[in-house]
C-alpha cells in the first residue's frame, strides 16, 4: 500500500465517518427529541427508505460475509453458502409484511420490550440477558476478530507507531476503539448515514476485487490451476489452456458441461457450483432448505436488535416496507461479489490459504511431540498438504492413547486421516483430552489475501476504506444495539425515572463495557475449533434464535397463547440446543437414526423451533387466555402499508427462485 493509498485511505475513513457523527448529531425539527433517547437508539424515528434499506445490507455484508461467507465458499460449500444471502431475500419480503407492521404499531425500542406487551416483564427479561450475552460475545466479537483478520492478512509485517499491524491482537483493539468513538458521539442516526456510504462503497468494491480475480484467472497458468479443481471434474490442461475466465472457473469447480455434481466431503470432493448439497452435508444438507436456514435467517432480519433497530427507526410503515424490499433486491447480487470471489482465491491462491494456515497450526504443531497429554484432530487437507507433518501427529497421538502406530510408506491423505481417527478413538475411550485441530488452509484469509495479491495502486485505497470502514460502522450498530438492550431493556426496570439525559449516557457506559468484552473475546475465535468464523456465529445464535421465532409467531398470530410461553418458550429452546448438540444429536448419529454422521447445526435449529412450535399449540390448547391480548398502538408515525413494496417483494420472491433454478 503506497504513501498516496495511505493518505486516501485514511482522508475517507475520517471523512466518512465525520460525516456520519455530524449527521447523527444534527438538530432535528424536534431537537429535544433528536438529541434525547428517540434520537440516540432509534435515529428520531425519522429514517427513509433509502435509509434503511442500505443500511440493512452494510450492516450486514461486512466483515462476517467478506471474511466468514467468502471463507466457506473457498472450502467446500461453494456456491452452495449463497442460500444465506439469497433466501434472506424471500425473509425480508416476510418480514415487511407480517414482523414489521406488528412491531411499528407499538412503538418499541426493542425486541424484548414487545414481549412485555405480549407475554410480561419475565419474558422480556429473559430475551433481554439471552440477547445480550449472544450479541456480545457472537457477532459483534466475530465482526472484531474477523475486520481483524483483514487488516492481519492485508498488512503483515508492517508496523505502526510500534504495533505489528499483522498481529490479530491489535488489529482487534484498532476495529473495536474505533467503533466504540463512533457510536458514543453520533448514535443510529450515525451508523445509518455512514451505511448509506460503506454500503454503496461495499458493493462497488466487491465487484472491483472480483473484477480483477476474474481477469488473474484468465492469465494464470493452467498448470497451476489445475491443482485446484474439483475431483470429478475431467478438465484437463489443454482444457484450461483455450478457455475465458468463466469457463475456467467453472471447469474447475464443476467440471464440463456441468457433469460434476455436489459431493460431500472436504474441499475439491466435488460440485462447488451448486446450490444443493448432498443430504450427508455436515453443514447444509439439502434438508435445512426445507425448514431449518429458515429459522436463522427470518429470526436475522425480523428480531435480531442489530438488524431490526434500523426498521424501528422507519418515518412510517410503509418507509420501512420499501427499504426492506430494496435490501431484498440488493441481497440477491451479494453472492456475485462475495462467494464467486472466495471461490476464485482458492482457485488462484491456495498456496497463500496454506501458508496461512501453517501459522495457525505453529503453535499445536509445537505441543506435539511434547509431554503434553493431548491427542490432535487434522483435516485430509491437513494430510494431504504435508503427510510427513500427519504421520508425526499419528505417531503422537498413537503413543498417548497407546494405540497402534503403523503408517504404511507411501501412505494417502484419506489413509493417515483414517489411521489418525483411530488413534482418536482410542483416545476417547480413555478420556484423553483432544487438542486443537490441525488444518490444511486458511479459508477465512480468502477475502484478504485476494485483497492482498490483487489490489493495484488508485484502487487500494478504496476497497479497503470501503470493508473498513463497514466493519466500524456494522460494529458501531452491533454496539449501538447491544447498548439500547442494556439500558431501555434492564437499566429502566431498575431506575424507571431516568430522563433522557441520563438515559444516554447509560448507553455510553453500555457501548464502553461491550467493546471491552468484546474485543477480549475477539482475539480467540481464529482457534480451527469453531469451524471458521461464519459456523461460528450461525451456530451459537440457535441457542436462542429458534424460541425467539416461535415465541414471536405465536405473539403475533395466536392473542390467547398463555402469557408464561414467553419466557418457556426461549428457555426450553437453549436447553434442548444444548443437549441435541451435545448428547441427543452424537447419539442419533452414532446409532444411525439420523441421515448423515452428524446433525447439522441447521437441522438442529429446525428441530427445535418446530419442538417450541408444538409446545406453543399444546399449552395455547391446554390453557388459554381468557381474554386475547390487546398490544398499545402509537401514534408516532404512520402505519399504512405501502402497495409499491408488494409489488416489488413479489419481483424478488419470482427473481430468487429463477437463481435456484439456474444453480441447482
Known amino acids: 500500500m503506497g504513501t498516496l493509498d495511505l493518505v486516501l485511505f485514511l482522508v475517507a475513513v475520517v471523512g466518512v465517518i465525520a460525516f456520519g457523527i455530524w449527521q447523527g448529531r444534527k438538530e432535528s425539527a424536534d431537537a429535544a427529541e433528536s438529541g434525547g433517547a428517540a434520537g440516540y437508539f432509534l435515529a428520531g424515528r425519522g429514517l427513509t427508505w433509502w435509509l434503511v434499506g442500505f443500511s440493512l445490507i452494510a450492516a450486514n455484508i461486512s466483515t462476517e460475509q467478506f471474511v466468514g461467507m467468502s471463507g466457506q465458499a473457498a472450502n467446500w460449500l461453494g456456491l452452495a453458502v449463497s442460500s444465506w444471502e439469497w433466501l434472506s431475500s424471500i425473509a425480508l419480503v416476510l418480514v415487511a409484511f407480517v414482523f414489521l407492521p406488528k412491531l411499528l404499531r407499538c412503538g418499541i425500542y426493542t425486541i424484548p420490550e414487545f414481549l412485555e406487551y405480549r407475554y410480561g416483564l419475565f419474558s422480556r427479561i429473559v430475551m433481554a440477558v439471552a440477547t445480550l450475552i449472544i450479541l456480545v460475545g457472537v457477532p459483534t466479537a466475530s465482526v472484531i476478530y474477523s475486520g481483524a483478520k483483514v487488516i492481519s492478512v492485508f498488512f503483515q509485517g508492517r508496523m505502526m507507531m510500534g504495533a505489528d499491524l499483522g498481529d490479530i491482537t491489535i488489529g482487534c483493539w484498532i476495529i473495536g476503539i474505533s467503533a466504540a468513538v463512533y457510536v458514543l458521539v453520533g448514535g443510529l442516526k450515525a451508523c445509518a448515514w455512514t451505511d448509506l456510504i460503506w454500503g454503496a462503497g461495499l458493493i462497488v468494491g466487491g465487484a472491483v476485487v472480483m473484477s480483477l480475480a476474474f481477469g488473474a484467472l484468465k492469465s494464470a497458468d493452467p498448470n497451476e490451476l489445475i491443482g485446484t479443481k474439483v475431483s470429478n471434474s475431467s478438465a484437463t490442461v489443454e482444457d484450461l489452456q483455450n478457455a475465458s475466465a468463466w469457463e475456467r472457473f467453472t471447469l474447475l469447480n464443476e467440471g464440463k458441461n456441468g457433469e460434476g455434481e455436489a459431493r460431500e466431503g472436504e474441499n475439491m470432493a466435488g460440485g462447488k457450483l451448486h446450490m444443493v448439497r448432498p443430504i450427508k452435508d455436515p453443514e447444509l444438507p439439502w434438508t435445512v432448505l426445507l425448514l431449518g436456514i429458515w429459522v436463522p435467517v427470518c429470526f436475522y432480519w425480523g428480531l435480531n436488535q442489530y438488524i431490526v433497530q434500523r426498521t424501528l427507526g422507519s418515518k412510517s410503515l410503509a418507509e420501512g416496507q420499501k427499504g426492506i424490499v430494496f435490501a431484498a433486491g440488493l441481497k440477491l447480487i451479494i453472492p456475485f461479489l462475495v462467494v464467486i470471489p472466495g471461490m476464485l482465491c482458492f482457485n488462484l491462491y491456495s498456496k497463500d490459504l496454506r501458508a496461512e494456515a501453517v501459522k495457525k497450526n505453529a503453535t499445536t504443531m509445537a505441543e506435539v511431540g511434547s509431554t503434553n497429554n493431548k491427542v490432535y484432530p487434522f483435516t485430509e487437507n491437513f494430510a494431504a498438504a504435508d503427510p510427513a507433518q500427519a504421520a508425526a501427529v499419528i505417531t503422537h497421538n498413537a503413543a498417548v492413547a497407546d494405540a497402534p502406530t503403523d503408517i504404511p510408506a507411501g501412505a494417502g491423505a484419506k489413509e493417515l486421516l483414517a489411521l489418525n481417527e483411530g488413534t482418536l478413538a482410542a483416545a476417547q475411550a480413555k478420556l484423553i483430552p483432544t487438542g486443537t ?58 431506575k424507571k425515572d431516568m430522563s433522557d439525559k441520563a438515559t444516554v449516557y447509560a448507553g455510553q457506559f453500555f457501548t464502553l463495557l461491550f467493546v471491552l468484552i468484546s474485543c477480549l473475546i475477539a482475539p480467540q475465535l481464529g482457534d480451527p475449533k469453531f469451524g471458521g468464523i461464519f459456523t461460528f456465529i450461525q451456530e451459537f445464535q440457535g441457542f436462542i434464535s429458534p424460541g425467539v421465532l416461535a415465541v414471536f409467531l405465536f405473539g403475533f398470530l395466536s392473542p390467547r397463547t398463555p402469557r408464561y410461553f414467553g419466557w418457556v418458550g426461549i428457555l426450553t429452546n437453549a436447553v434442548l440446543y444444548y443437549a441435541i448438540k451435545q448428547w441427543i444429536g452424537p447419539a442419533l448419529a452414532d446409532n444411525g437414526l439420523w441421515f448423515a454422521p452428524s446433525v447439522s447445526y441447521v437441522d438442529r435449529m429446525g428441530l427445535c423451533f418446530l419442538t417450541v412450535v408444538v409446545l406453543g399449540f399444546i399449552l395455547t390448547l391446554a390453557n388459554p387466555l381468557r381474554e386475547p391480548v390487546k398490544l398499545p398502538v402509537t401514534d408516532l408515525i404512520q402505519l399504512e402499508s405501502s402497495k409499491t413494496a408488494k409489488v416489488w417483494g413479489g419481483i424478488v420472491i419470482v427473481a430468487t427462485i429463477l437463481l435456484y433454478v439456474i444453480f441447482w
Request: charged content about 10%.
Open 437 to 494: 485441530k490441525l488444518i490444511g488452509y486458511d479459508y477465512d484469509a480468502a477475502f484478504p489475501t485476494l485483497m492482498r495479491n490483487l489490489m493495484r495502486p488508485g484502487l487500494t485505497w478504496f476497497v479497503l476504506a470501503a470493508i473498513f470502514g463497514a466493519v466500524v460502522s456494522s460494529l458501531a450498530s452491533m454496539l449501538n444495539s447491544a447498548a439500547t438492550i442494556a439500558t431501555m431493556d434492564l437499566t429502566h426496570l431498575v
